[in-house]
């Protein structure tokens, strides 16, 4: 009933005439909508999403995850069994292991204090190829700090060794340019402090250090150090104790 209600809503709202379909709803109608589920019907494996080869992937960054070819996908949207109009067949309840879904659950609203809320609205990340002077995309060895984290990472193309993508040597030097894309109002660069990449590129730098085998000199060039966050600022003295530089 919810597609239903929800243009009624929409007529209503627009001042047009509401569906009568919506103001008469007979047993006879309502069995139209409900799409019985035929128990003969036998379970077919979902479709799995296609996947780049390992040795096409395994020294780059490029998306593992792959899309579905479109009869693949129409196929996948097919298997749909209609729950815009739930017929509380439950075979949602039977198929979700976690056991997360509940028919009797209704909308509450309750006043609860808590220390902090965390909005995780999702991002996209800046691409500074549009920054000549940086050279990031002309230069394999000028990366983003998202695929810094993929090289230090163990499940990332270098396996979590510490090498440089154009030679796969290890680099004796680092350096970070902080507020690239932010604190700027040019070339679609965002006006504000991100107020989290400070903190990563230390964190980056410290682990940096762990993971090279000789002495890496690391340096962030910055303009302001913005260790937003409790004891943050302790985070960064102690980088400074573990030889990272600042300029
Ligand atoms: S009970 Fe679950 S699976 Fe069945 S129609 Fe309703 S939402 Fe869909
Ligand atoms: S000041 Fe630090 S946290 Fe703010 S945008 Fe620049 S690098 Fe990011």
Known sequence: HGKRAASSISAYLQGKEIPLSSQQDSA???EKIYKDIDPKKPKIARAKVPTLEVNKRIKNFKESNLSMDEETAKGEAARCIDCGVC???????????AEAINHDMADRWLDINVG????APGFDCFDPSKYTQYRYAKSPNVITALEFERILSASGPY????IRPSDKKEPKKIAWIQCVGSRDVHDGAHPYCSAVCCTYAIKEAIVAKDHSKDDLDTAIFYIDMRT????FERYYNRSV????RFI
């Open 159 to 162: 396996e979590g060794h510490l």
């Open 116 to 119: 902090s809320i965390i909005l």
């Open 87 to 97: 017929c509380e067949c439950f075979q949602c309840v039977e198929a979700c292991k």
């Open 28 to 30: 006879k109608d309502i």
């Open 241 to 244: 104790e573990e030889g990272v």
């Open 228 to 231: 937003y966050g409790k004891d």
